[in-house]
């Protein structure tokens, strides 16, 4: 599993690829934690598309997301194209009520800009992290 993720004033976005799975749940949990507190709120928004398996893991990295989310009060989960079977999943568990959908992770940056008023283009605040779940990262400029 990969898992690169971009800061943003406004918002974290977390791109994953390969597969989701039982070890991959815990390094993902992991990488949430880790950038928490790199927006406000958080806002998270998750672009999953690129996953080519998962199994019930990815409702339990959301579960923990908006169970924290819950304890602190605050915080967004934006999900970018999810897949009919996953909005399915998140449907049967109730959690589709909590997150908000999205067409794509630019839109969803450029409105998030909009929002809070400001006119510049959605450039990263710092260089994506990208993350090898289960390996050496390619491209990884720090870690999760």
């Known amino acids: 599993m990969r898992i690169a993720t971009t800061r943003y004033v406004q918002c974290t976005v977390m791109r994953a690829s390969g597969e989701l799975d039982h070890a991959g749940r815990v390094r993902f949990s992991a990488c949430i934690n ?3 507190d790199w927006s406000d709120g958080p ?3 998750f672009d999953l598309a690129d996953l080519d398996f998962y199994d019930s893991s990815v409702i339990g990295v959301l579960a923990m997301a908006m169970q924290r989310m819950e304890e ?3 915080g967004r989960i934006i999900l970018v194209k999810p897949s009919d079977h996953l909005l399915s999943v998140l449907r049967l568990t109730d959690l589709l009520s909590h997150v908000e959908l999205r067409d794509s992770v630019e839109a969803t940056v450029a409105e998030l800009m ?3 008023g400001e006119s510049a283009s959605p450039a990263p605040s710092r260089p994506p992290i990208v993350i090898n779940v289960g390996g050496q990262a390619a491209a990884e400029r720090g870690g999760c």
């Open 34 to 36: 880790a950038v928490w």
């Open 43 to 45: 806002v998270l928004v």
């Open 72 to 74: 602190e009060g605050s």
């Open 114 to 116: 909009l929002q809070s």
